[in-house]
């Protein structure tokens, strides 16, 4: 057998090792966020202690299973109560960051998994690239500083609190884990709803076939938890490593890359998700992954 078909079959059987290992990982923390099963049939939340716990991925506190509160909901409560500086979630973020990064999304978040899972369907598959995909990757931190910091800090309601913008008009993981359970478990909210529950689910409808064309959309362009967990990439005890000496520029890294990072150039940018795919697709083995 030569060399070359060698590299190929060792790579072909790494790729599903890490295929199963990270679809693995995905299903434990989505059960782990959201076990409560009896919540999913009688429509009531899980009421235990760990509700005041922070999870690290994007899960909706509304969720009849969820075991958690979500970090974006929980800063975006604290800072429209404007009683007291968030220092327990913003730590909690930080250090999911500092450890992780956003390893979080890659292998954490149960959204994560749903937009992987649907862009395995076989549909034409598309990217955008050039100007227009950097200039969107910015939407994420603009949602961030807006939607989930300032509105919520500086724009009350009659009551005199600020609502949680993001949570409540573009979250679609809120809208799948919590808005449509919640419907189908209590039949008089389903008499309630409006417009404002139309919105939400035509966001996570587009959003759901966009996943299908392009891989993992929200992440990249919308994601305010990815933007925060991107802000360590760099600086993060998880690091990617390029071995400069090994690598012959090939490019398959990159080609493979959901997220579009330019591996061989920066391989900790902002945008990686640390899924591991440039290391599966790398046949001289020059791409490592490290806690330093």
């Not at 034409?124 to 227009?132: E, S």
């Not at 009659?158 to 679609?172: M, S």
Request: glycine share 10%.
């Amino acid at each position: 057998m030569s060399g070359m078909r060698w590299n190929r079959l060792k790579s072909e059987k790494e790729r599903k090792r890490r295929i199963s290992f990270q679809r693995g990982t995905q299903l434990i923390a989505a059960a782990l966020m959201n076990g409560y099963v009896v919540g999913f049939v009688n429509g009531r939340l899980f009421a235990g202690k760990s509700k005041t716990i922070c999870v690290p991925g994007l899960n909706c506190y509304s969720c009849p299973g969820a075991f958690g509160a979500c970090p974006l909901g929980a800063l975006q409560t604290a800072l429209g109560a404007k009683r007291e500086f968030p220092f327990y979630v913003l730590g909690c973020m930080t250090l999911f960051g500092v450890f992780l990064g956003r390893l979080v999304c890659g292998f954490l978040c149960p959204f994560g998994l749903v937009q992987d899972l649907l862009h395995k369907i076989p549909v034409p598959k598309w990217q955008v690239r050039g100007k227009l995909d950097r200039a969107a990757r910015y939407l994420k931190y603009v949602v961030l500083l807006a939607a989930v910091i300032l509105l919520p800090a500086f724009l009350a309601d009659e009551t005199g609190l600020g609502p949680p913008y993001f949570c409540e008009y573009i979250c679609p993981a809120g809208t799948l884990e919590g808005g449509i359970p919640q419907m189908i478990a209590n039949p008089q909210l389903r008499q309630l709803a409006g417009a404002l529950f139309d919105w939400k689910v035509a966001v996570l409808a587009a959003i759901l076939i966009w996943s299908m064309v392009l891989p993992r959309p929200f992440c990249r362009y919308l994601c305010p938890l990815g933007a925060f967990y991107s802000l360590f990439n760099k600086c993060g005890f998880y690091q990617m490593r390029v071995d400069q000496a090994k690598c012959v520029d090939c490019k398959k890294c990159e080609q493979t890359c959901p997220m579009g990072v330019e591996v061989t150039k920066n391989i900790n940018s902002p945008e990686c998700i640390r899924c591991g795919q440039c290391r599966d697709a790398c046949s001289v083995n020059a791409i490592k992954r490290e806690f330093r």
